[in-house]
């Protein structure tokens, strides 16, 4: 198996997640009806990518480093990086799946809301 580039998570960032929401992607391919009358459905590969929706909140002081995290570290989410699963606290490899939106939800702006779209693809689960 190839080796892959996993980008460094800043160390002020824990890699946690306040909610964290997982689903697979489908993977399942279905066709219209064959010739007998009966539909066909046959599964992609053997594991399907997860697909996962995490947000938290930090502190202002953080900003910059979730920035750079996103943008330079992961290239805009080309390069997968490490982030904690809640039920055990494991680090898992995955990448962002597009831009993270944040919010700041107070007028003191002393913290911000960050909500990422992470993709785990089927061979990062044993990195």
Known sequence: MA???????PDSLDGCFATWDETEAPNTIRSDADL????KTRRRTTYASLLIDATVMLPAALYQ???DWYSINCA??????RIKRPQDNAEIVARFAGPPTIAWPTQERVAFTVTCKFEQLPQWRSL
């Open 3 to 9: 080796t892959i580039a996993i980008a460094a998570r």
């Open 36 to 39: 007998a009358g009966f539909g």
């Open 65 to 67: 480093d979730f920035r």
């Open 76 to 81: 805009s989410g080309t390069i997968p990086t």
